[in-house]
């Protein structure tokens, strides 16, 4: 097997990352993915560098996690990327977390949108070769995201005006921080008493610095449909699958 066809990063979690339950948060999980996925691309000859002289970036579109558990303080733990598919538009991506035993205790599945970083439109990544994206006959656990209707008129709403600290290099709102906006709508006692087994999240359009936007969430049993939307116009959805925390 080519040797870049897999790559792995290990880390270790501190006490200074971990959330209020003693574990990796979420929103960590999430911004290790963009790294290890960045990581790739750049070993594949298809990262920032590479795209931007062609004046067109990856953006995340879509990302389904799920997790038996989360890694804990002082624990070691790794992510390791494939390819999945690609076309001249998309990649799919996926990865699995395993501990320092080596242990699965994760699977991830995401969609990458190549863009046109002037014209702020999908690009076209047919001038690159065949061969810089290698991928793999490793499956994932992970269903595709799936479709997420609009969350019904009964949920419960907020607004939320980004700032500084919410754009990357980019200039529009980073993927962690809508994730953040949405997992702070609950209560430390709610999350000492339960864990996200499941995530998914699909990315529909930018949101810039200053704009203010409408969190949406609808809870029904063990799951919550979260919606943000921008001038009545659908941003951002999550769905949550809630599970007692053991």
């Known amino acids: 097997m080519d040797q870049?066809?897999?790559?792995?990063?290990?880390?270790?979690?501190?006490?200074?990352?971990?959330?209020?339950?003693s574990a990796m948060p979420l929103t960590l999980l999430v911004q290790?993915?963009?790294?290890?996925?960045?990581e790739h691309?750049?070993?594949?000859?298809?990262?920032?560098?590479?795209?931007?002289?062609?004046?067109?970036?990856?953006?995340l579109s879509r990302i389904s996690i799920a997790m038996k558990r989360y890694p804990r303080i002082n624990e070691t733990y790794c992510l390791t990327t494939w390819i999945e598919s690609y076309?001249?538009?998309?990649?799919?991506?996926?990865?699995?977390?395993?501990?320092?035993?080596?242990?699965?205790?994760?699977?991830i599945r995401t969609m990458w949108t190549a863009i046109d970083v002037r014209r702020r439109c999908v690009a076209d990544l047919?001038?690159?070769?065949?061969?810089?994206?290698?991928?793999?006959?490793?499956e994932c656990p992970v269903d595709r995201t799936p479709h997420m209707a609009p969350v019904c008129d009964a949920a419960s709403v907020q607004d939320y005006t980004f700032r500084y600290c919410d754009i990357d290099f980019n200039r529009h709102v980073n993927s962690v921080r809508y994730l953040a906006l949405v997992l702070n709508?609950?209560?430390?006692d709610h999350f000492d008493n339960n864990t996200i087994r499941r995530i998914d999240i699909a990315y529909c359009r930018e949101c810039?610095?200053?704009e203010t936007v409408q969190l949406k969430v609808f809870t029904h049993e063990h799951i919550?449909?979260?919606?943000i939307t921008r001038d009545g116009a659908r941003a951002v959805s999550l769905r949550i699958h809630w599970a007692p925390r053991s």
């Open 4 to 21: 870049n066809v897999e790559f792995s990063h290990c880390y270790y979690l501190t006490a200074g990352e971990a959330g209020a339950q």
């Open 32 to 38: 290790r993915v963009i790294e290890v996925a960045t």
């Open 41 to 59: 691309a750049n070993a594949l000859g298809i990262g920032y560098d590479t795209l931007s002289c062609h004046g067109i970036a990856w953006v």
């Open 87 to 107: 076309n001249r538009r998309f990649c799919d991506r996926c990865f699995v977390v395993t501990d320092g035993d080596g242990n699965e205790i994760g699977h």
């Open 126 to 138: 047919t001038a690159f070769e065949e061969e810089a994206f290698p991928v793999s006959a490793r």
């Open 185 to 188: 709508h609950w209560t430390m």
């Open 208 to 210: 810039y610095f200053g």
């Open 224 to 227: 919550s449909d979260c919606e």
